[in-house]
Every structure is written in C-alpha cells, then in structure tokens.
C-alpha cells in the first residue's frame, strides 16, 4: 500500500505527477437541519448539510477554495490526520497555522493525497464541528488492496446536540443557571450514523464490503457492534494492519479516530440486522463521579437493511461500562509493514497533565503550564525569525511549546493525572504507541512488554489516571498541534504545539490569500501583505 510519497520512490513519483486536481468550491453557511427530528441551526457547505465526504486518489491534489459565509463566526478546515509534508500552512488550524478566515473572507486550501485510507475533515475553530463542520475523507489506493472487497461503504458516528455549541461551551466554561458548577460536558441528545438516526444501510447478500468508519463524535468514545456479523480490521488511523477478526470482541472507537472493516453479508435476505453504536457516557460518568439522568439513553440504533420490507429488530442488550465485555485494545493491532520499534531516542518529552482553573474556570495544564492563544499564528512566528531564535521556546509564548530537531526519535510520554480519558491527536504524523495502561494504570514508571512492531496510530487514548508512551521521528518540519480531542477539553485548552525543526521554515512561503486574511492581525508586522484577491 502506498502511504507516503517521501518513501515511494521512483513509482510514486512518477503517479503522483500523474495525479489529478480534485477541486471543490465550498461557501460555509449555516443550514436548518433535523437529524434526529428536532430543527436548529447547523453549520454547511454550499447549503447543504450533512457536508460532502471527498474521495480522492493517492497521488491528487485536493484543491479546496472556502468562502466565509456564516456572518457571525470565523473558521478554518483541518485535514485529520493527512500528514501536510513541507505544508503545514495548509493544516487549518487558526491560531497555529493560520489567521482565523472572518466572515466573508475567502481562501484556498492545497492538500496533497499522499497517504492512502480513511481520513476527515473539520473545522478547528471552536465548537465548529460538533455544531456540522465535518466530513469523511477517503483516499482510494490505485494499486490493489491486500485484502478481497466488492464494494465500499463510509459509516460516521458522531454525537449530537439540540442547543448550539457556543451556548453550550458558555454552560460548560462559565458556571450559571443551568450548569452551576461549571466544567460538567452537556449531555448529547442523540446518536447519530451517517449524521442522522433510524439510518438503514442497503446490502446486498453474499457481497464483502470494506467500511470506512469514523468517529466524528465531540466527547465521549463509541462502541460498535453490527449484530450476528463477523468483522477484520484492516485499517486504523489510515495504517493498513495484518488482517485481525473481532471475534467476540468489541469495537471502540475514541473522537478522531477511523477504522477500516471488511464485513461479509449473509447469502439471503430473510433478515435485517442492527447496528449498535453505545457512547462511553457511562464511564465518563463514573470517572466524574456524576449520575445517569433517569430514562437517559446514551445508545443508538442503525440497520444493515438486507429487505426493507422485513422487520427492523431492535439493538442487542449491551452495557458498555460491565466490566466485562471484551473490547478490543487497539494497540495489540500490527502493522502490516511490521516497521520495527524506531529506537534510540533522541528527544524525550515527558507531559504531565492535570485538571486546574484559571480565573474560577475549569482548565487543564501541562507541566504546570496552561494554553494561552498567540496573538501571531505559532508557525507565521517561527517562520518569520531568524534560524537561531525560532529554536527557543521562549520566543513562543505560554503554548505549551516543544522544539524538536530535525531527524530525532522524539518519545513523548504523557501521564495523565485526571479522572477521566482523553483522545490523544497529533498533527502532522502518525506514531507507534510504545505502551498503553489499563485505567488507573498509574504514571510512567519504565517500560513494560514493548512490541517489536508497535502499532501506529495518529489518535490514541489515554485511560484515567493512566500513562502511554509514543514515538516518531521528526522528518516534517512545522508547527502541530498535539491535543485531547474532546472538543469541551479543546475549549478549555487541553493541548500542546510540537515545533518541528522550524530552523527548516524559514524558505517556505506563506500563500497571500492566507496572509491576507490576517488583517489587523500582527501577523501583517511580519511579512507585507497582498492587495485584494
């Protein structure tokens, strides 16, 4: 399989300058909208909703010209889990790698296809996504697969709210009438698939699909079960893995990341069969020492629909916190190309998490510090210093920046020293997930059983009161963002900016329609910016 074309070789050259241009227009508006019957505001693409999933070749370019249109919000599209190799201007996140794109302003986004898999989009300004700004993104391999498929589906499980985020996050970061202690994430009121419910999946019998799942979901994690179906992994986070059966196992999924299945359907249609999606509410619940509203249901409810005149059954009895259901640990998983444990270490980061407030609100620090939002986008700094200065975290402000060298084995170990789980999603890379602990694991103490071929991951969690341990090396300089990806954590600034060898940065040049859009901002003291597009 082809993942990147800094290790493809004269073959991946030559396809990818074979490649096409997939370009999209997209005006972000806001479009009423009723996944699961009740009507609000939910944010578009060319007034649609839910947004388009993009499919594209390994060796494209995606070419993506987005037009403000919501009038009362500013945004910017991230490209999860695309490694933006010598690109990382175009990672969408406002404040690290770009100005915030303001209402009626206009920019476009280049994304080369270099990895092949199954990917997403969304927006990175705040409560933007769970609010409708997201999609699948999925590279199709012009080689074939290893593995037998007929067909191909995409299946998305997200979590859902009735009252805008913005209203939400105020209820969350604020204490006040209806959240009076503050720091308590909203419930959701639904479950969706596909983005919306009671969601029949037409099949076709005797017939292998490959399933694109991915967890577009804004808090807790989503177990899946497809009832009476047998199920192999053969992708994670884009990672083509040895093939691995469910068996009686369980399938969990943390926010952010995606897992390829191949599903065989039954060879008659007597039958419709459920698909269970059941949120970790339950052991979020436990860890934050919260009780269950009564008559709450955290579970949804999809169809493979086999005979849409037969009956739809309802979903199995399943408790996602008993303790003893079997769920997969995804970090036992192998890469199919069995790429050794990179080793030794050049760079240790040890991240020390804990929850804390800042002015009476609730807040999240690492190594005692708490993210504070630049004023410049951290890259456009880096970029625009000399080669000494940009290797001096000082110069980055309270971001809870980490410099890097080019080339190193960079190992972050993060111990989380909270009582609850957290999403773990690096930009700009996969990584081995060195070891992983069970909740309340305790804090890194030494290596345990260390995989020779660890698996790879781009979104990984971390239990309560638990530690893991990740490596990559550093061959993509820029500016990423490592952060939980709860979108409640995001907001009250669980994250941290990995500077990558940013004395590489100083010759790449920053497109003047994302220049442009900075205005006032102080990032036009760093550089002239253009006239009109």
């Keep these: 399989m082809i993942r990147s074309l800094l290790t493809l070789g004269l073959y991946g050259v030559v396809q990818h300058a074979l490649g096409k241009n997939v370009y999209l227009d997209w005006n972000i508006t806001w479009v009423i909208a009723a996944p699961d019957g009740y009507a609000r505001p939910v944010i578009g693409i060319n007034g649609q909703w839910p947004c388009p999933q993009i499919d594209a070749d390994v060796g494209d370019n995606l070419i993506v010209d987005v037009y403000n249109g919501l009038g ?45 898999g199954t990917y997403w989009y969304h927006s990175h300004e705040p409560g933007q996504y769970p609010d409708g700004l997201r999609g ?14 007929d067909e191909e589906m995409t299946l998305t499980l997200s979590d859902w709210y009735h009252v805008q985020m913005p209203l939400l996050v105020e209820d969350f970061v604020v204490p006040g009438d209806h959240a009076p202690y503050g720091g308590e994430e909203p419930l959701p009121n639904a479950v969706l698939f596909n983005d919306a419910i009671n969601t029949k999946i037409k099949v076709k019998p005797d017939t292998t699909y490959l399933i694109h799942v991915v967890c577009m ?12 179906h047998d199920m192999t992994i053969v992708r994670a986070d884009g990672i083509e893995v040895e093939p691995h059966p469910l068996g009686p196992q369980y399938l969990r999924m943390t926010v952010g990341q995606r897992i390829d299945l191949l599903l065989t359907t039954k060879n008659d249609t007597s039958k419709n069969y459920a698909i269970w999606d059941g949120l970790d509410i339950d052991e979020m619940f436990v860890q934050e020492a919260r009780s269950m509203p009564e008559g709450y249901n955290p579970n949804g409810t999809a169809w493979l629909m086999y005979n849409e005149d037969m009956p739809f059954p309802p979903a199995p009895e399943i408790h996602i916190n008993n303790a003893s259901l079997d769920f997969l640990d995804d970090v036992t998983l192998i890469p199919r190309d069995h790429l050794p444990l990179i080793d030794p270490i050049q760079h240790q980061l040890i ?24 004023d410049v986008p951290t890259l456009y700094t880096a970029m625009y210093s000399n080669e000494d200065e940009s290797m001096d975290p000082s110069l980055y402000g309270d971001v809870n920046p980490f410099v890097v060298n080019y080339g190193d084995v960079v190992e972050i170990i993060l111990n989380n020293h909270h009582d609850n789980l957290h999403p773990w999603h690096l930009h700009g890379h996969d990584f081995q997930v060195v070891q992983r602990t069970y909740p309340y694991g305790g804090y890194f103490n030494g290596y345990g059983n260390i995989s020779a071929t660890p698996m790879r991951r781009d979104t990984i969690m971390v239990e309560p009161e638990g530690h893991f341990v990740i490596r990559f090396r550093a061959m993509n300089p820029g500016i990423w963002m490592f952060h939980c990806h709860v979108e409640w954590h995001v907001e009250v600034r669980l994250m941290a900016i990995l500077i990558e060898a940013p004395d590489q940065l100083q010759n790449l040049t920053i497109p003047d329609d994302h220049l442009a859009i900075c205005g006032n901002n102080k990032a036009s003291n760093w550089a002239p910016l253009p006239g009109p597009l």
């Design 72 to 116: 009362n919000q500013s945004t910017g599209i991230h490209w999860h889990g695309l490694h933006q190799n010598y690109n990382g201007y175009m990672d969408g996140v406002p404040g690290v790698t770009q100005c915030e794109l303001q209402p009626h302003q206009r920019m476009r986004y280049i994304v080369p296809m270099n990895q092949t």
């Design 217 to 228: 979901g804004n808090w807790a994690g989503h177990a899946l079960v497809i009832d009476d």
């Design 351 to 374: 991240l020390d998490v804990y929850s804390t407030t800042v002015d009476g609100k609730p807040a999240y620090s690492i190594n005692n510090m708490t993210y504070t939002a630049p």
């Design 136 to 149: 699948p993104i999925i590279v199709h391999d012009t080689v074939p697969a290893p593995f037998h498929y």
